[in-house]
């Protein structure tokens, strides 16, 4: 059975500009949601269907498919089933699922299992998420209540609210009802943050505190382990796991130091005869981007030049990132290195990449070192090297080096009791 989930994305709207691509928490809201299917293990495709070709060129590293929607679907006259219909005349499957973008926080699991219950269970044609709140409703100007008599809220009725996030159907029901709910629909009850639906600018502001407070934990957990593990552990681990290509060993920082966070791409070229030397100035835009725990990482083509100084390792703090790794050297070094600020480099020179060099891409896999660096991948820094932990195997990684650093402390505590060479081999395995 082939399921497929599609994610409707204009690249225009109404209410908020160009809503769908909006930041939130650092990253275009259609990217979100285009990440988060991908992460699913029952989902065979992901598609996104878009009349924006800036859209398309955003997700060309994402393992998706496009649908380029016709254009006279990108207007709001285009109502839900029609828009549905058109993904299932268009994409060969059993099962789709139209995932709005605009509902940020559904989470893989529910999605995981609501697919298993529609597919276990015959009495059911299709699924749409619902929210269900006790409401003290208003018609016409009054209480649909009894006002004299205000009742407890355990004692209302259940309102059930479509949250416009999540559709599933089978491809045969939705070709004969030409909707995207069938006549046995399975209620998905979302919970509070799985039904935020962000349609307007204050939407939008919730959904990035929300966000924010998510990342945070991660952050969290993150700094903690920082505390305990060393890149000489990480590449350990990465060599046992077969990823024996993952440390950058020719950038060092400017004073010992220590930084675990998510990457941030940029890369530079060399500019090219005909072209504006304001492209540099592109790099600037990248700073939108960053949230709190990020490492900038740069790939430069004409790396004897310098790229980054104090005045981007301000703007860089200011944004929230915990350090700069930069494929070359770079300057202002006295001065970024009072900020207490990470930076790994080849060393500093004076002489700027300004009228040199443009920017290439930004959020996309760069390379440095020979060591492919793709955008939201874990990156351990220290004086000894830079580990990048690819992202299929980084909570394998993770939770390896706690169960080492556990051993290792271990292990220093039975060499202090003068515990033999050969009982500690026996005890622990070969260290």
């Not at 015959?122 to 006790?134: I, T």
């Not at 070709?175 to 943050?193: F, S, V």
């Amino acid at each position: 059975m082939k399921i497929i989930a599609v994610v409707p994305a204009k690249g225009n709207s109404d209410r908020i500009p160009s809503k769908n691509s909006q930041l939130l928490d650092g990253k275009p809201l259609f990217l979100n949601m285009l990440e988060k299917l991908l992460k699913c293990p029952s989902i065979n495709e992901v598609w996104l269907d878009t009349d924006s070709d800036e859209f398309i060129d955003i997700a060309s590293e994402l393992p998706i498919h496009i649908m380029k929607r016709d254009p006279h679907l990108s207007s709001n006259k285009t109502d839900g089933n029609a828009l549905f219909l058109n993904e299932v005349t268009h994409i060969d499957a059993d099962i789709y699922l139209q995932v709005l973008c605009t509902s940020p926080f559904i989470d893989i699991k529910t999605i995981e299992e609501t697919l298993a219950t529609l597919i276990n269970n015959p009495n059911y044609d299709s699924a749409v998420m619902v929210k269900k709140e006790k409401q003290y409703l208003w018609s016409n100007n009054r209480p649909a209540y009894n006002i004299d008599h205000i009742p407890n809220s355990i004692d209302l009725n259940d309102t059930i609210i479509e949250t416009m996030g999540m559709y599933i159907m089978y491809r045969d029901k939705a070709l004969q009802l030409k909707r995207r709910i069938g006549n046995k629909p399975y209620l998905i009850y979302a919970t509070p943050i799985e039904a935020i639906d962000v349609n307007w600018a204050e939407d939008f502001q919730l959904a990035n505190l929300i966000a924010a407070g998510i990342r945070e934990k991660e952050n969290h957990l993150l700094q903690n382990i920082s505390a305990s593990i060393s890149s000489a552990i990480l590449s350990d681990i990465l060599d046992e796991l077969g990823y024996s290509n993952q440390v950058i060993k020719k950038l060092k920082p400017y004073s010992p130091t220590k930084i675990f966070g998510r990457a941030k791409t940029l890369k530079l070229r060399k500019k090219r005869q005909h072209e504006s030397p304001a492209g540099i100035y592109n790099a600037l835009n990248t700073y939108n981007y960053i949230v709190p725990n990020d490492i900038i990482v740069v790939e430069n083509e004409i790396s004897d030049y310098a790229y980054f100084g104090e005045l981007n390792a301000n703007l860089a703090i200011r944004a929230g990132a915990i350090g700069t790794i930069i494929d070359g050297v770079t300057r202002d070094s006295q001065d970024v290195a009072n900020l207490n600020y990470p930076v790994f480099s080849k060393g500093y020179n004076c002489q700027d990449v300004k009228n040199r060099a443009v920017v290439e891409h930004f959020n996309k896999t760069i390379v440095i070192d020979n060591i492919t660096v793709e955008p939201n991948c874990l990156i351990y820094a220290d004086n000894e090297g830079i580990v990048v932990i690819p992202q299929q195997v980084e909570h394998q990684v993770i939770e390896l080096a706690l169960t080492l650093t556990r051993n290792e402390r271990h292990i220093l505590n039975d060499i202090s009791n003068d515990i033999n060479v050969d009982e500690l081999v026996a005890k622990y395995g070969f260290f």
